[in-house]
T-cell receptor, first 112, second 113 residues
Framework: NAGVTQTPKFRILKIGQSMTLQCTQDMNHNYMYWYRQDPGMGLKLIYYSVGAGITDKGEVPNGYNVSRSTTEDFPLRLELAAPSQTSVYFC???????????FGPGTRLLVL | ELKVEQNPLFLSMQEGKNYTIYCNYSTTSDRLYWYRQDPGKSLESLFVLLSNGAVKQEGRLMASLDTKARLSTLHITAAVHDLSATYFCAVGTSTGSARQLTFGSGTQLTVLP
């Protein structure tokens, strides 16, 4: 199993541009999550999904959108990028019957 | 709003010494998670504590949970350099249709020779 994979690893965006961060897991986990981690801080939940077709907002959803059309994929869309969205973004997944969340390697995003 | 506070935020310790990292949280929960993060890397799950009084140990690390005090501790025994990393605690709460994690700010541990 590759686990949780994320692309790209690093991206520079200009203010106002849009992009999609990709997240795929091959563990057949129902639950998937998107977090952001600002420098020197803990992670904050952006959006989560309990299964294909079901998504919900986390603590900091503004400026982001998600979709979940398949069990494997959970892309995060940034519309109109702003400098405040400069961060490292982590995707995670877990099995319904287990507590442990498994994290991807992260995407480092810089908005200039 | 749930608040999760870790202390200390920075910790330098000598190899062979013992120390404890504290995680306090502000609302009722019986789910507490500890993660490790190496610089520039992702998060690795260390422990999941699911009830009051839960204690788990792996190698030189031992985690415990006191839900009445809203406190979890991560104890390091006879530290070695390989334990240098940032350690996060996270509290699990059920909101909406799934459990959410709220993370502390992390404790950056440096083990010196």
């Amino acid at each position: 199993n590759a686990g949780v994979t994320q692309t790209p690893k690093f991206r520079i965006l200009k203010i106002g541009q849009s992009m999609t961060l990709q997240c795929t897991q091959d563990m057949n986990h129902n639950y998937m999550y998107w977090y952001r981690q600002d420098p020197g801080m803990g992670l904050k939940l952006i959006y989560y999904s309990v299964g294909a077709g079901i998504t919900d907002k986390g603590e900091v959803p503004n400026g982001y959108n998600v979709s979940r059309s398949t069990t494997e994929d959970f892309p995060l869309r940034l519309e109109l990028a702003a400098p405040s969205q400069t961060s490292v973004y982590f995707c995670a997944s877990r099995r319904t019957t287990q507590e442990t969340q498994y994290f991807g390697p992260g995407t480092r995003l810089l908005v200039l | 709003e749930l608040k999760v506070e870790q202390n200390p935020l920075f910790l330098s310790m000598q190899e062979g010494k013992n120390y404890t990292i504290y995680c306090n949280y502000s609302t009722t929960s019986d789910r507490l998670y500890w993660y490790r993060q190496d610089p520039g890397k992702s998060l690795e799950s260390l422990f999941v504590l699911l009830s009051n009084g839960a204690v788990k140990q792996e190698g030189r690390l031992m985690a415990s949970l006191d839900t009445k005090a809203r406190l979890s501790t991560l104890h390091i025994t006879a530290a070695v350099h390989d334990l240098s990393a940032t350690y996060f605690c996270a509290v699990g709460t059920s909101t909406g249709s799934a459990r959410q994690l709220t993370f502390g700010s992390g404790t950056q541990l440096t083990v010196l020779p």
